[in-house]
């Protein structure tokens, strides 16, 4: 399957802070999406962007696919941004593989 | 509300008593796939459908069997369980095969004695 690599694994942000994700990706793909799970558990859809650039509020997301990765920034960073982010990519094989995510903790 | 409703969101069972997790989304979508997540190991899929009575085996499908006999509903069957499927595990759906975006339920969170 698609290796897939998410960096860093750990991010601590004073509370206004801004901050950027990276997500590297081992092959061509048809699909890539980021998630935030909260911390009960649940996903959140966060972004649907196999190329290009979206914003949605104080987040955006931007994918090369050709160069194989993706960055999800987040800006003016609040106590509820914590959780864990994660890149989810495919390549047309019906299989979404997750890299281990980056785990963001904001503080007051 | 569109949504993906899994059932149930918690539960403790004990070696070998068959479970079935439920799945049901609203949407009309085609695709529905089942994924466990696992600390240190990420999420990894279990089985997938892509129509009434299409099923296949994601990554790791050993001790789980699926069946899709109506588009809405997806359930996730442990026949036998054991301590190793102790694990969160997510449905998810979405419109078609291969591409669009992938819709999450809230989570079924099995602990196997």
């Known amino acids: 399957g698609i290796q897939v690599e998410q960096s860093p694994p750990d991010l601590i942000l004073q509370e206004g802070a801004n901050s950027t994700l990276r997500c590297n990706f081992s092959?061509?793909?048809?699909?890539l999406q980021w998630f935030h799970q909260n911390p009960w558990g649940q996903l959140i859809n966060l972004f649907y962007?196999?190329?290009g650039t979206k914003q949605n509020g104080r987040l955006s997301a931007t994918t090369v696919a050709t160069e194989r990765y993706s960055l999800l920034y987040i800006s003016s960073s609040q106590t509820t941004d914590s959780g864990v982010y994660f890149c989810?990519?495919?390549?047309?094989?019906?299989?979404?593989?997750f890299g281990t995510g980056t785990r963001l903790t904001v503080i007051p | 509300e569109a949504q993906v409703t899994q059932n149930p969101r918690y539960l403790i069972t004990v070696t070998g008593k068959k479970l079935t997790v439920t799945c049901s989304q609203n949407m009309n979508h085609e695709y529905m796939s089942w994924y466990r997540q696992d600390p240190g190991l990420g999420l990894r899929q279990i089985y997938y459908?892509?129509?009434?009575?299409?099923?296949d085996k994601g990554d790791v499908p050993e001790g789980y069997k699926v069946s899709r006999k109506e588009k809405r509903n997806f359930p996730l069957i442990l026949e036998s369980p054991s301590p190793n499927q102790t694990s969160l595990y997510f449905c998810?759906?979405?419109?078609?095969?291969?591409?669009?975006?992938?819709?999450f339920g809230e989570g079924s969170r099995l602990t196997v004695l």
């Open positions: 962007i196999p190329s």
């Open positions: 989810a990519v495919e390549s047309g094989a019906n299989n979404l593989f």
């Open positions: 092959d061509s793909v048809n699909n």
């Open positions: 459908s892509m129509n009434v009575e299409v099923t």
């Open positions: 998810a759906s979405r419109r078609g095969s291969g591409t669009g975006e992938l819709f």
